[in-house]
């Protein structure tokens, strides 16, 4: 049997593959496993109660309910969702956004691959051009949607802030940013998986004023971000710009299952993704839209974010820091300052062992976190740094984040101890 090149592209060692195959396996084994490695949301009653209610209301309507799973969407996405979603911007930011601005997808990660190989890759002209990741570590699941010959992507290393004996942070290092015309595309997200990195309203800005000035697209992966589902626990001010891409998800509202992403940008890129989803999927799913669409219109999804997703968050992150703290107070650990999203990057300076080690040891402990070296898509150079990191997840049950984070304690505290024998 002979594959394609794209196929043979499948079979590679992703660590996006790795992720949703732990994630997969533990959630059918009959073992006891302490998830710090996946990005699912916790599952929060007040938050499962609304939507309940919104689909038994649905359900409980035929109309309603046959429209929702008995009928296409247009391939742009529900065109009465895709209103409030214009209306809800317009009125909220007082952005000039229209129905012509917003296209719905699969699902965040189908986001990504469709506006990376529409914005970046081989050219008619037969260039080639990449998308500019200005901040690494950056999400996982970038690293492997490209389908040229080439690497889709290209990095740049942060500058390091310590801030104190046991907090960072990572900032953009602007002297290495040149916007050239080999960059198709410049992409950040905020919050940042894994970090829980929000790059500051200056270096937003800034990175707005020199993607402009080169005409190139500037994608903000907005996950994790406001308004919804608003895991952004710093100052941090929406930008929007005529050349700004703006991807939003429902899965961290929690509604993972759903699979719908939102995408905000110019019209002529909004055609493209509605094109693509024709030829790829037909139309986005309906669901996620019939079950957000009245919390949208209503302003109650900003509630739910304001007054009790974000409070639950900041409260497992409490924890799981305190956790971390008494466990690792003997250690050479550093946090990355913890801004937004749901995880903990954890450094651990001088580790005698990579990463990929340590993941191995604490596998078979049946603890799963994230090898760092993962999150550097882009980034040619080695960099050690890389492979002295994990993401931790803070959303799992309270007490599996606590075990886990001992038997992490137990497994890097033996490496240190070992070193040299």
Not at 373 to 381: A, M, Q, T, V
Request: proline share 6%; glycine share 8%; hydrophobic share 40%.
């Amino acid at each position: 049997m002979h594959f394609s090149r794209f196929a043979a592209q499948l079979s590679n060692d992703a660590g996006i593959i790795s992720l949703m195959e732990d994630l997969g396996s533990a959630l059918g084994s009959d073992q006891k496993m302490y998830m710090l490695g996946g990005g699912n949301p916790s599952h929060i009653p007040e938050i499962e109660a609304y939507f309940r209610a919104q689909m038994l209301a649905i359900a409980s309507d035929p109309a309603k309910f046959g429209a929702m799973v008995g009928d296409y969407d247009g391939p742009q996405g529900n065109e009465g969702f895709i209103r409030i979603l214009a209306d809800f911007f317009s009125e909220l930011y007082g952005w000039p956004i229209a129905a012509e601005n917003i296209a719905i997808t699969n699902g965040s990660q189908s986001s990504f691959g469709l506006l990376f190989n529409t914005l970046a890759g081989e050219t008619p002209q037969g260039d080639f051009t990449q998308v500019l990741l200005p901040l690494t570590p950056e999400y996982i699941g970038y690293a492997d949607v490209g389908l040229g010959k080439q690497p889709l992507f290209t990095a740049r290393k942060p500058i390091i802030e310590y801030i104190d004996d046991t907090f960072f942070k990572y900032h953009v290092d602007f002297k290495q940013i040149d916007i050239d015309d080999h960059i198709g595309a410049v992409c950040v997200s905020r919050p940042t998986n894994p970090t829980g990195n929000v790059i500051t309203d200056d270096e937003l800005k800034h990175l707005s004023e020199l993607t402009k000035a080169s005409n190139t697209p500037f994608i903000i992966d907005s996950a994790y971000g406001v308004p919804f589902p608003d895991m952004v626990f710093t100052d941090a001010t929406p930008l929007w710009d005529e050349h700004h891409v703006l991807c939003f998800s429902l899965s961290k509202l929690g509604l993972p299952g759903v699979r719908t992403g939102i995408i905000v940008a110019d019209a002529a890129i909004i055609e493209r993704i509605r094109n693509a989803n024709a030829i790829f999927s037909l139309a986005p799913g309906s669901v996620g839209p019939a079950l957000v669409q009245h919390a949208i219109q209503s302003r109650k999804l900003i509630e739910l974010c304001r007054d009790t997703l974000k409070p639950y968050y900041i409260r497992r992150r409490d924890e799981a820091i305190e956790q971390i703290r008494q466990q690792m107070h003997d250690l050479p650990v550093r946090i990355h300052q913890p801004e937004g999203a749901i995880f903990l990057w954890l450094w651990f300076e001088d580790l005698p062992i990579s990463v990929q080690i340590l993941y191995e040891r604490l596998k078979e402990r049946n603890v799963l976190v994230i090898a760092g070296h993962h999150f550097f898509p882009g980034l040619e150079e080695n960099w050690q740094h890389k492979h002295e990191c994990i993401r931790i997840t803070y959303s799992s049950d309270s007490e599996s984040v606590q075990r886990g984070i001992e038997i992490i304690a137990e497994e890097v505290r033996m490496a240190y101890d070992n070193q040299g024998s």
